[in-house]
T-cell receptor, first 114, second 112 residues
């Protein structure tokens, strides 16, 4: 059974801090790993990491895939209150009956205080 | 911009009622998905569809069914709602397998 585990489950920081969110996975045939940000509505897509694209960056957010350790991190530097959200990690399986499906982790709830 | 819309943001139903949740996407995406989201459990896949009239069970299909009569529309049906189906329901679509999924705003369903 595919499994995605995120840590920590929740995190409280102050504006300006740097945070690192973790995601580890066990899937039978890894295809890609995706990060989403969810505020009070729909999850919005942040990054997709694959074997050919193991590092992505957008502004203060960056993410790295470690295929050897079967994990990924999402870094947010100089956090702002607008970064407060649930961050979801999902893994796309490329084979078998799970082909094309995303398996999500539990999510990390990030709270940024002014 | 991809747009995925869901018929209701909030819904309250009684135990035993039949419930329809509608999802529409406007980008001609092949694949559509229904998830439920519960605290501490993340998103769990209920059903998905990779073509019109095609459907596949996800990880937790029990108590649910789906319908995809048109490419842009994917409906989730609770045949006889129960209190343990109180949850946030999210619809998503993707252009092809392996592409990122785009989510609708969600429907918070309460079954009393």
């Amino acid at each position: 059974e595919d499994k995605v585990v995120q840590s920590p489950l929740s995190l409280v920081v102050h504006e300006g801090d740097t945070v690192t969110l973790n995601c580890s996975y066990e899937v039978t045939n890894f295809r890609s790993l995706l990060w989403y940000k969810q505020e009070k509505k729909a999850p919005t897509f942040l990054f997709m990491l694959t074997s050919s694209g193991i590092e992505k960056k957008s502004g203060r957010l960056s993410s790295i895939l470690d295929k050897k350790e079967l994990s990924s991190i999402l870094n947010i530097t100089a956090t702002q209150t607008g970064d407060s959200a649930i961050y979801l990690c999902a893994v796309n399986n490329a084979g078998g009956t799970s082909y094309g499906k995303l398996t999500f982790g539990q999510g990390t709830i990030l709270t940024v205080h002014p | 911009d991809v747009k995925v819309t869901q018929s209701s943001r909030y819904l309250v139903k009684r135990t035993g009622e039949k419930v329809f949740l509608e999802c529409v996407q406007d980008m001609d995406h092949e694949n559509m998905f229904w998830y439920r989201q519960d605290p501490g459990l993340g998103l769990r896949l209920i059903y998905f569809s990779y073509d019109v009239k095609m459907k596949e069970k996800g990880d937790i299909p029990e108590g649910y069914s789906v319908s995809r009569e048109k490419k842009e529309r994917f409906s989730l049906i609770l045949e006889s709602a129960s209190t343990n189906q109180t949850s946030m329901y999210l619809c998503a679509s993707s252009l092809r397998w392996g592409n990122e999924q785009y989510f609708g705003p969600g429907t918070r369903l309460t079954v009393t």
